[in-house]
């Protein structure tokens, strides 16, 4: 298993584990890395379901913008991208529940949303940040967030980009289940071994079922979203927005 995460059974849980701490930055290796271990969990018999959690401060804080040269999207040697290996998850077959303590910031958000379930703590912040970066949502999250939380309170976080109290996530149907954050890890796995007590293959069909085709809408919007990230970045206000955001500082956008 790689270093940069860990997989470990309880029962018949898995605990897919990011371990890149403190921020948990996602790109196209450590997506790949995730969708790699779950298509593994998918056909181990013993595993019923998943708790996606994360090592450190933060779920995940998103890409990593502190670098100038750092372009989310881009494609490695192999021609994969964040997003396109982000459909992959989307194609697990067993239920997965996220563990979100700290930031899920972005593309952190997106893998968040790509659970089944999130537990989550008053410490968690949500954001979808994107348009305060100058840049597009991505990581189907044009799709996936409006699903789950309804197009009003979605376009909302999106036009916006605050952050989102774990309280605020849970009372808007963002998260599932709000615990302490000491407990946080343990309300996962327990939510994930009452789903593991059912049948396994009448819970994988209804899973099928109700998300079948999310996979296919899911790599149609990100296709868009990367296409639309590839126009904005070559901006001035998307370089504005990185720079502030390296910076710390609120960005002055003049719209071209």
Same mark, same amino acid.
């Given at each position: ?129 994107? !348009? ?73 069909? !209804? ?50």
């Amino acid at each position: 298993m790689s270093a940069e995460i860990s997989v470990t059974m309880e029962g018949h849980v898995a605990i897919l584990a990011l371990c890149r701490p403190p921020n948990n930055f996602i790109d196209t290796l450590l997506t790949g890395q995730i969708a790699d271990a779950l298509e593994r969990l998918d056909e181990a018999p013993a595993c019923r379901a998943v708790v996606l959690a994360a090592e450190g401060k933060h779920f995940c804080a998103g890409a990593d913008f502190s670098q100038a040269n750092r372009r989310a999207g881009d494609a490695d040697a192999s021609g994969r991208t964040i997003y396109t290996e982000g459909v992959r998850l989307l194609r697990s077959k067993k239920p997965i529940v996220a563990a979100v303590q700290g930031a899920a910031i972005g593309a952190g958000l997106g893998l968040a949303v790509v659970a089944d379930f999130r537990v989550t703590c008053a410490e968690a912040r949500f954001a979808a940040n994107f !348009t305060r970066l100058g840049y597009h949502p991505g990581f189907g999250l044009t799709r996936s967030l409006p699903r789950l939380i309804g197009a009003q309170k979605a376009h909302l976080m999106f036009m916006t980009g605050r952050r989102i109290t774990g309280e605020e996530a849970h009372a808007m149907g963002l998260a599932d289940m709000l615990v302490p954050h000491a407990e946080l890890r343990a309300a996962a796995c327990a939510l994930a071994a009452e789903i593991a007590e059912a049948a396994p293959l009448a819970i994988t069909a !209804t899973r099928a079922t109700l998300r079948a085709g999310w996979d296919a809408e899911y790599e149609a919007a990100t296709a868009h979203e990367l296409a639309e990230q590839a126009r904005l970045r070559e901006t001035a206000d998307f370089r504005e927005g990185t720079l502030a955001s390296r910076e710390r500082r609120q960005p002055r956008f003049i719209g071209a």
